[in-house]
């Protein structure tokens, strides 16, 4: 069983950055792919983007594409998504994603995630 704790969400003004981390533990981290999701109060749970096993395939929605990034550290097992020029639509809770399968998988949605962290609430401000 894999527990996900994630942290470094906060305000922020429109333009500004964030980075959330997600710490993993019960499993073995390096194994796993790891994602990022994100739900808005009234609308479903979207995909923000997620990372192969090795780091080295990464995949984002199109709404963050260019602003986004996911990395990670499996020495550390933690995950990290580095948010900048923020915009009041990326107000969220973000929520951290492990699973098995291969980092596309996520892509498709939430529903088959294996595992998620409690989530972190983003809020930008205009």
């Known amino acids: 069983q894999v527990q996900l704790v994630e942290s470094g969400g906060g305000l922020v003004q429109a333009g500004g950055s964030l980075r959330l981390s997600c710490a993993a533990s019960?499993?073995?981290?390096?194994?796993?792919?790891m994602g990022w999701f994100r739900q808005a109060p009234g609308k479903v749970r979207e995909f923000v983007g997620t990372i192969s096993a090795s780091g080295g395939v990464t995949y984002y929605a199109d709404s963050v594409k260019g602003r986004f990034t996911i990395s990670r550290d499996n020495a550390e097992n933690t995950a990290y998504l580095q948010m900048n020029s923020l915009k009041p639509e990326d107000t969220a809770v973000y929520y951290c994603?492990?699973?098995?399968?291969?980092?596309?998988?996520?892509?498709?949605?939430?529903?088959?995630?294996?595992?998620w962290g409690q989530g972190t609430q983003v809020t930008v401000s205009s």
């Open positions: 019960g499993g073995t981290f390096s194994t796993y792919s």
């Open positions: 994603a492990a699973d098995p399968r291969s980092p596309g998988a996520m892509r498709m949605g939430a529903a088959r995630v294996a595992y």
